[in-house]
């Protein structure tokens, strides 16, 4: 398996314009997570699906913020408007789902965004 | 207050010392999980431990469930261990600490 693919892994944007970062969990995993990475915060969890449902989507910051996952392999985090703010790096990770077993954690290369 | 808690924040080591970096959690868990993010890199997994200790290389990770703490170890480092090691509590979704960052001085 090719791991947790994501993209584009850098985005600059202007403030205003809608951002969409893909990711593609690694097959088999049930458990898909989106984080934001800055300086200031460290990693945070946005939101997690499980079986394809969101399960804990508390970490999105507001509603300029959505994620959705049509398929077991494919997940969507859009931002619209985006705002300079927003600049950070985010990661998309898969896993089996926690308290099942297998649980090891494994992290795309993750999306540089940068919004001016 | 975090349910993940690290420390030391920075750490500075000369090239072969012994390191520790802790890890205290407050939620019951399923897993204890230890990362590494080199500078500008993605994360990986080092381990996944939900009791006793794992050894990795130079790399060792123990936990105490009843004390809800885990640690760890880096044997002989070496100025490539420097990285930030973040640890994270798995239970119904993952719970991270906010990092260690760990610079080794040849």
């Known amino acids: 398996d090719a791991g947790v693919i994501q993209s584009p892994r850098h985005e600059v944007t202007e403030m205003g314009q809608e951002v969409t970062l893909r990711c593609k969990p690694i097959s088999g995993h049930n458990s898909l997570f989106w984080y934001r990475q800055t300086m200031m915060r460290g990693l945070e969890l946005l939101i997690y699906?499980?079986?394809?449902?969101?399960?804990?989507d508390s970490g999105m910051p507001e509603d300029r913020f959505s994620a959705k996952m049509p398929n077991a392999s494919f997940s969507t985090l859009k931002i619209q408007p985006s705002e300079p703010r927003d600049s950070a790096v985010y990661f998309c990770?898969?896993?089996?789902?926690?308290?099942?077993?297998?649980?090891?954690?494994?992290f795309g290369s993750g999306t540089q965004l940068s919004v001016l | 207050k975090n349910e993940v808690e690290q420390s030391p924040q920075n750490l500075t080591a000369q090239e072969g010392e012994f390191i520790t970096i802790n890890c205290s959690y407050s939620?019951?868990?399923?897993?204890l999980h230890w990362l590494q993010q080199h500078p500008g890199g993605g994360i990986v997994s080092l381990f996944m431990l939900s009791s006793g200790k794992k050894k990795h290389g130079r790399l060792i990770a123990t936990i105490n469930i009843q004390e809800k703490h885990s640690s760890l170890h880096i044997t002989a480092s070496h100025p490539r261990d420097s990285a930030v090691y973040i640890c994270?509590?798995?239970?119904?979704?993952?719970?991270f600490g906010t990092g260690t960052s760990l610079t080794v001085i040849p």
């Open positions: 699906f499980n079986n394809n449902v969101p399960i804990d």
């Open positions: 994270a509590a798995s239970r119904n979704q993952f719970y």
């Open positions: 990770a898969s896993s089996f789902a926690p308290g099942q077993g297998d649980e090891k954690l494994f």
């Open positions: 939620v019951g868990i399923s897993a």
